[in-house]
């Protein structure tokens, strides 16, 4: 079952942040440009960006391939994307689960970090081998577990709450791809460990990124200072000798294929 209460609240929290997104997205820049690397060379080809945000690998590809569409759930980041855009893109308001394209249309499906996003993936997985030609391409990045691990333990020791999205396990995410109509070609996970000034910097990385919002918080709203505080205290146990303050980001890309069933 789609959760349409869920979606709309991470388009509200990645709508508030377009105008910071640029400027945080040091993360997405890298894995981004990494899948890049595994994209076809053919050119005639029509490509989809789903999750395009603001459009950045968007125009990328659209100054390759013939025919680009840069699709988001974000309303607000879909007018940044075509305001700046700088090629011709088709951009298209939509959820991932329910695509306005017709069945066996699209060549290729490039999605940078996104899918994490999106619950039950296997769903997810189902809509995009719909519109996917048989043959056609999921080039793909996304988080797993062991993500943020040093932010999600150091809540832990203040308390039960969540305060940081459940990454699926790369196992996990394995076996979704295996009871799919898809066959993974390629997978890896690299860590990515970004240095932060403090704690304060790493949090409002994540706030202009959209990234902060947990679906399933059972308090809404901000902790209290006293909790803050205590578990930024606890997050020193992870500072650099150099004084920086780490933060891991598990990145798994992927390329799988449609089959012809
Ligand atoms: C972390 S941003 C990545 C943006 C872009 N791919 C990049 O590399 O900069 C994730 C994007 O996915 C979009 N998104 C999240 N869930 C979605 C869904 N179910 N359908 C379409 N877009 C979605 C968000 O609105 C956001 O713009």
Same mark, same amino acid.
């Given at each position: 079952?789609?959760?349409?209460?869920?979606?709309?609240?991470?388009?509200?929290?990645?709508?508030?942040?377009?105008?910071?997104?640029?400027?945080?997205?040091?993360?997405?820049?890298?894995?981004?440009?990494?899948?890049?690397?595994?994209?076809?060379?053919?050119?005639?080809?029509?490509?989809?960006?789903?999750?395009?945000?603001?459009?950045?690998?968007?125009?990328?590809?659209?100054?390759?391939?013939?025919?680009?569409?840069?699709?988001?759930?974000?309303?607000?980041?879909?007018?940044?994307?075509?305001?700046?855009?700088?090629?011709?893109?088709?951009?298209?308001?939509?959820?991932?689960?329910?695509?306005?394209?017709?069945?066996?249309? %699209? /060549?290729?499906?490039?999605?940078?970090?996104? !899918? *994490?996003?999106?619950?039950?993936?296997?769903?997810? $997985?189902? =809509?995009?081998?719909?519109?996917?030609?048989?043959?056609?391409?999921?080039?793909?990045?996304?988080?797993?577990?062991?993500?943020?691990?040093?932010?999600?333990?150091?809540?832990?020791?203040?308390?039960?709450?969540?305060?940081? %999205? /459940?990454?699926?396990?790369?196992?996990?995410? !394995? *076996?979704?791809?295996?009871?799919?109509?898809?066959? $993974?070609? =390629?997978?890896?996970?690299?860590?990515?460990?970004?240095?932060?000034?403090?704690?304060?910097?790493?949090?409002?990385?994540?706030?202009?990124?959209?990234?902060?919002?947990?679906?399933?918080?059972?308090?809404?709203?901000?902790?209290?200072?006293?909790?803050?505080?205590?578990?930024?205290?606890?997050?020193?146990?992870?500072?650099?000798?150099?004084?920086?303050?780490?933060?891991?980001?598990?990145?798994?890309?992927?390329?799988?294929?449609?089959?012809?069933?």
């Amino acid at each position: 079952m789609v959760n349409t209460h869920i979606r709309v609240n991470i388009a509200r929290s990645f709508s508030s942040a377009t105008h910071s997104y640029d400027i945080s997205a040091r993360l997405q820049r890298y894995t981004g440009k990494h899948l890049m690397s595994k994209l076809p060379n053919r050119t005639d080809l029509n490509i989809v960006d789903l999750g395009c945000g603001t459009g950045f690998f968007t125009n990328i590809l659209a100054s390759k391939y013939q025919q680009v569409f840069g699709v988001d759930l974000s309303k607000k980041m879909l007018h940044f994307a075509e305001a700046r855009s700088t090629h011709d893109i088709q951009w298209v308001e939509a959820d991932a689960y329910k695509l306005p394209f017709e069945n066996n249309s %699209i /060549d290729v499906i490039y999605s940078n970090l996104m !899918i *994490q996003w999106c619950n039950p993936l296997s769903d997810l $997985l189902v =809509e995009i081998t719909r519109v996917l030609k048989p043959g056609g391409l999921f080039v793909f990045s996304t988080l797993v577990d062991g993500t943020l691990h040093e932010l999600k333990s150091s809540w832990k020791q203040v308390d039960d709450d969540k305060h940081v %999205i /459940d990454f699926k396990k790369e196992e996990t995410l !394995i *076996q979704t791809f295996e009871n799919s109509p898809f066959k $993974l070609l =390629e997978n890896d996970v690299k860590d990515i460990v970004l240095e932060y000034e403090n704690v304060l910097h790493l949090a409002r990385e994540l706030k202009g990124l959209g990234a902060n919002h947990v679906p399933d918080k059972t308090k809404k709203g901000l902790a209290g200072k006293d909790k803050w505080k205590k578990m930024t205290k606890h997050y020193q146990d992870f500072q650099e000798p150099s004084g920086v303050y780490p933060a891991t980001y598990c990145a798994f890309s992927g390329i799988a294929v449609k089959l012809n069933v």
